[in-house]
């Protein structure tokens, strides 16, 4: 079974599956934080991240709303 691997690669392509599905994030005093990348688009018209900020899961329009420390790729069989 595949799984996510750390990729330095920018996200880009038509669909977040099969290539960067999650980032690393830096939400200021060093504080760690992970989004997945869905495969729904926000008003920037970028895909929108689902993630965990401790008020519940959300799928918000944040990729770059924070400093990304790290990219994930999925290199598993199709999904």
Request: charged residues 20%.
């Amino acid at each position: 079974m595949g799984c996510a691997k750390p990729s330095r690669a920018p996200f880009g392509g038509d669909s977040p599956l099969g290539r960067d599905v999650g980032s690393a994030y830096d939400l200021g005093g060093n504080v760690p934080h992970i989004g997945i990348v869905v495969d729904r688009k926000g008003a920037s018209r970028r895909y929108m991240i689902e993630h965990n900020i401790g008020q519940g899961p959300r799928i918000e329009d944040v990729l770059f709303n924070w400093k990304i420390t790290g990219h994930y790729r999925y290199y598993g069989p199709a999904l």
